[in-house]
């Protein structure tokens, strides 16, 4: 029973971990799936969502504002906002006047971007680690008082259930919207699209509003989660998610969400019945096993080369 | 409506396209033909904006689109297809058609989540020219397949749907009956006209199959190593001494 227990308590842990990733990953993955690239800036346009949130709920506390639902949608949509402007004029002023060149030249302008931003937080926010309030605290206890104890805290529900909701919309503006259909049209053949007079720079900056709104999702989420921010924040969770984005089969958008998922239960599995330290070794372990038999990843179709 | 005067494009060394001039009036087949290699789908490329020409100019309706953009020339309704099929593989069949009409609709989402009048009345008018078409080529019955999944020659048929959904006003049809059988060739034939008599499109066509192109064709170009070799009726090309002993070798 007590194993039992702990087994869950581990499984619970992975999936909130693990669904925040996969609301990352989401960001990686579209911007793939569209033009090819790997937009390493996205960890980034994460930590400024978080920064953002952590900023709105000072400022409401300032005004003394207290209503919790209140504060947390006020956040959200602040984060939301700074990210989607940030991802729409990164894209804007590093990608799109590099687009269409050799592969390598983008990514430089993505790496080059993410240190940008980084440091920029680093000389606006302070490096030191900021206190992230919970906000959302409490939950469910389970087991006998003397035993272990698994518990399920209403700030992992939360995270559970925004991430369902985030996915659910994700899904249904891709499958039945106009612009959803259009994005996955300019995913298929980015030059017959443009033949037929979609606009297809205003589709790709779509993309990357959507990838990084998701982002600041999960910054404010994860904030309230760890307690705490920096700027580094987003350089491991986007590494991750980077990493949940490959396993899932990047350019697919169930595999990110698949991928975050399984990345984050074989985390939080390691650290459970192994040691954290290994937690990473795991795995990045995993993934090249995974790349091993499936080089395109869990989800990923089967053409390597993108046109 | 379209005159192609004295196109030219080099690529490096190579003048691949070399002083091709041809005009195109309303409600008109023009078949553009000549052996492998001769430029044809250069010169296609070159009108649909693919490629920026070197020398020459291309004038729509009276306004100059050599080295525009691709979409901007599709926006004034000049639409092409490729020699292979392009569609949106993974996309069912009657959305490759919605998709092509993107730029109709009202894509404005607080519209799309109030589902005002305009935006029903834009997606209603869309649905409908859509299900035209499909019902127009034959692929009704197959609207909610994925367009992956159809045979070849149906996959040619929704190309060409995917194209009239835009309303355009010039065609251009590269090798649309390449890989067909002689039944599926018939059936192309009877379009294509139809879309000349029925839809007043004009049509500019690059075909190998020298019945088709001698069927339906208004007046025939004929480049040879990138340089215009004769232009007439199928008659007049059809006794051409030049065409034959480009196309046979000289005798």
Redesign the interface.
């Known amino acids: 029973m007590q194993d039992l227990l702990y087994f869950f308590q581990q499984l619970i842990n992975g999936l909130t971990i693990g669904s925040a990733y996969a609301l990352i990953a989401i960001g990686y993955t579209m911007v793939y799936g569209i033009i090819g690239m790997i937009n390493f800036a996205h960890g980034e346009i994460y930590m400024i969502g978080a920064y953002t949130a952590l900023i709105a709920i000072t400022g409401l506390a300032t005004l003394g504002i207290a209503w919790l639902p209140v504060i947390l949608i006020v956040a959200l949509i602040c984060a939301m906002i700074v990210s989607s402007t940030m991802g729409w004029a990164v894209e804007r002023v590093a990608y799109r006047p590099v687009r269409g060149r050799h592969r390598l030249i983008p990514l430089i302008s993505a790496i080059g971007m993410s240190i940008f931003l980084q440091n920029y937080v680093h000389l606006a926010q302070g490096s030191r680690n900021i206190g992230f309030p919970a906000l959302i605290d409490g939950g469910f206890q389970f087991g006998s008082a003397d035993s272990f104890q698994m518990s399920l805290s209403y700030m992992q529900i939360t995270i559970f259930i925004t991430t369902l909701i985030c996915m659910t919309l994700l899904s249904l503006f891709i499958s039945r919207s106009r612009t959803g259909r259009a994005c996955r049209a300019v995913s298929q053949d980015i030059g017959m699209a443009n033949l037929l007079g979609i606009d297809t720079n205003r589709i790709i900056s779509a993309t990357f509003v959507i990838g990084a709104a998701l982002a600041a999702v999960a910054g404010l989420l994860l904030g309230m989660y760890y307690g705490s921010i920096d700027p580094l924040f987003g350089f491991i969770a986007g590494l991750k998610a980077f990493t949940a984005a490959v396993l899932g089969g990047i350019g697919s958008i169930p595999g990110a969400m698949l991928g975050g998922l399984i990345l984050g239960v074989s985390e939080s599995m390691t650290s459970g019945y192994l040691s954290g330290e290994y937690k990473d070794v795991v795995s990045f372990g995993l993934l090249i096993l995974i790349l091993l038999f499936k080089p395109t990843g869990l989800l990923g179709k089967p053409e390597v080369e993108k046109i | 409506m379209l005159e192609v005067q004295n196109l030219s494009m080099r690529f490096g060394g190579l003048l691949a396209v070399d002083g091709v001039s041809l005009d195109v009036k309303e409600r008109e087949i023009v078949s553009i033909i000549g052996p492998n290699g001769a430029g044809k789908t250069t010169v296609f490329n070159c009108m ?1 904006g693919f490629y920026k020409p070197s020398g020459g100019k291309i004038l729509f309706e009276g306004q100059e689109v050599q080295g525009k953009p ?2 901007k020339i ?2 004034l309704g000049m ?2 297809t490729f020699q292979h099929v ?1 569609l ?4 069912t069949v009657v ?1 490759n058609l ?3 009409q ?2 109709h ?1 009202n ?1 404005n ?1 607080i519209a ?1 989540l109030l589902k005002t009048p305009d935006y029903r009345e834009r997606e209603r008018k869309s649905l409908d020219r859509a299900a035209y078409w499909l019902e127009r080529v034959g692929l009704m019955d197959l609207a909610n397949r994925e367009a992956g999944n159809l045979a070849y020659g149906q996959q040619r048929r929704l190309e060409i749907a ?1 194209c009239m959904v ?1 309303e355009p006003k010039l065609l251009m049809l590269d090798e649309p009956a390449a890989g067909l059988n002689p039944a599926e060739t018939k059936d192309l034939n009877q379009l294509i006209v139809s879309l000349k008599e029925d839809y007043c499109v004009s049509v500019v066509l690059i075909e190998h199959d020298m019945s088709l192109v001698m069927d339906i064709s208004d007046r025939i170009n004929v480049i040879n190593q990138g340089r215009p070799l004769a232009s007439g009726t199928p008659e007049e090309i059809r006794q051409n001494k030049d065409v034959i002993k480009a196309y046979l070798g000289e005798a």
């Open positions: 649909s691709d979409y599709s926006r639409v092409r392009r949106f593989n993974n996309m959305e919605l998709v092509a993107h730029r609709l894509t989402l799309g995917r835009t």
